[in-house]
């Protein structure tokens, strides 16, 4: 089946077909480094990294390029606030960024460009609108002209007429139009700046994406993707200044994952409730919080809340333990059956169910459903009182196929117990053989105190490290 993605462009699902065949180029909008990134920016990075994995599952060749806007005015607030400057701030908040996401099981992209390394390719890029009259220069600022760009509003879905409604000029801002947007902002004092034709400054926001997705893709790309909010004017400004310049479709196909709430209302820092990953994976598994942010369609608003965090915990809790008991059977099984090609088929016909949600616009939702059906099927397989070698890993390796997929990692190494925690297991494996279970609860209460948790199970006392 052809991957179908629901295209924010045309509002509807289409097939994919890559401009070249068995590659796809990916440029996803990045953070603006001057905090801790929180759950609202991880969403998009999780997301996105999941449909690169899928691509790549497929067999593609993906370039994956994602930015770093390491100048605006909130990264030279921050900077002023904290005494230090601009690039220091920066690099300090990227690092921190490439902590939380590795946490979160995402890859790095292929490229991690950063506007303050392509400032003379922006400037090149902006001359060269000024020339085509998409562009003017007023009193050392540089705008875009809105109106001159045929179809502006065709990925929000908006008319020009409608978008007047709202505009208005700024204080200081000195533009012909008020829907015109700034590509070069004129320098003020004490800010950091670049040498331009027009002045001492700096670029405007939405230039620096169009300008990277170009030096690092090309002139056309085949999805562009980043949060719900960036539809407009991000998203539709760097449709029109890359459009502008090159006379070429920008992107292909546009993808927009929704916002996430706190506890049903919306995250911001006047509620108080903004909750910054860094934070958080110090209390939560950071695969927990993978494995909730892809339990719901990624273009569907998503509520984080701690009823559903827990929820979650216990469904990727679910499917570990499935997949421990058949490693563990896997250690045990001396059977040299021929009997397993009915549970073979089964495997992969969950298989194939994964890859159906997933083509459908990379329904993740539906996935670890089918990866539930796997963790059902094999509970029912390990009852059997005969099991195959090739069967379980059957089991494992579609297991590890399709974690790998979602980022997510069903097998948990566990650290060596120290003397205290073997002899307490000893001790309770003795008190158990003695039936002095009043005495064998005890160890148990006193070990997931050390959050060891034991499992009973027919092939022995087995533990692992709670989540």
């Known amino acids: 089946m052809t991957i179908q993605i629901f295209n924010s462009l045309s509002r509807q699902k289409e097939p994919f077909v890559p401009l070249e065949e068995g590659k796809v180029k990916i440029y996803v909008c990045g953070p603006t480094v001057y905090n801790f990134i929180h759950i609202g920016n991880a969403r ?14 497929k ?85 875009y002209r809105t109106r001159k760009f045929d179809g502006y509003g065709k990925l929000s879905h908006q008319s020009i007429d409608d978008l007047k409604v709202g505009a208005r000029i700024e204080a200081g801002e000195k533009k012909d139009d008020p829907l015109d947007f700034a590509l070069w902002k004129a320098a003020k ?64 196909y546009w993808m927009h994952n929704g916002y996430i709430n706190i506890d049903n209302e919306k995250m911001s820092k006047s509620l108080g409730n903004f909750v910054l990953v860094h934070d958080i994976r110090q209390q939560l598994d950071p695969q927990v919080l993978r494995f909730f942010m892809l339990s719901v369609h990624y273009r569907h608003p998503i ?15 679910r499917l570990r333990t499935a ?46 459903s089918a990866l539930f059906e796997l963790a059902r099927i094999a509970n029912t397989y390990l009852n059997e009182s005969n099991t195959e070698e090739r ?36 001790e309770r494996n003795n008190a158990r053989k003695n039936r002095d279970f009043a005495k064998s609860d005890e160890i ?13 199970t027919r092939q022995g006392t087995r533990w692992k490290r709670g989540l």
Not at 105 to 122: L, Q, S
Not at 306 to 314: F, G, I, M, P, R
Request: proline share 2%.
């Open 444 to 456: 148990r209460d006193k070990l997931l105190a050390m959050n060891i948790v034991l499992e009973d």
């Open 391 to 426: 069967v379980l890993k059957a089991f494992i390796e579609t297991f590890d196929q399709l974690g790998e997929v979602l980022g997510i990692q069903f097998k948990v190494e566990n650290h060596i117990l120290d003397d205290e925690i073997e002899a307490l297991i000893e």
């Open 44 to 57: 998009p990075v999780i997301v996105y990294d999941t449909v690169r994995r899928y691509f790549q599952y």
């Open 59 to 143: 067999g593609y060749d993906v370039k994956y390029v994602s930015n770093f806007t390491d100048v605006d005015d909130k990264i030279i607030k921050a900077a002023n606030e904290m005494g230090e400057e601009v690039s220091e701030l920066t690099e300090r908040f990227i690092n921190a960024y490439f902590e939380d996401i590795t946490a979160l099981g995402c890859k790095k992209a292929d490229v991690h460009p950063r506007v303050t390394n392509h400032m003379d390719d922006i400037i090149e890029f902006i001359s060269v609108l000024i020339e085509k009259d998409y562009a003017y220069e007023s009193q050392g600022d540089v705008y």
């Open 189 to 252: 004092p004490g800010e950091i700046h670049w040498s331009s034709p027009w002045g001492e400054g700096r670029p405007g926001w939405h230039i620096e994406c169009s300008v990277m997705a170009r030096e690092h893709l090309g002139d056309t790309i085949d999805i562009h993707a980043g949060g719900q909010d960036l539809t407009f004017p991000h998203h539709e400004n760097e449709i029109a200044q890359s459009e502008a310049y090159t006379g070429k479709t920008f992107a292909r």
């Open 323 to 368: 997949y421990s008991n058949v490693q563990h059977r896997l250690t045990t099984t001396t059977d040299l059956l021929d009997n397993g090609d009915e549970w073979t088929q089964k495997i992969a016909e969950v298989k194939k169910q994964f890859e159906d949600a997933m083509d459908d616009d990379f329904n993740t939702a539906n996935g670890i």
């Open 303 to 317: 509520n984080f809340a701690q009823d559903l965090v827990e929820s979650a915990k216990s469904g990727l809790e």
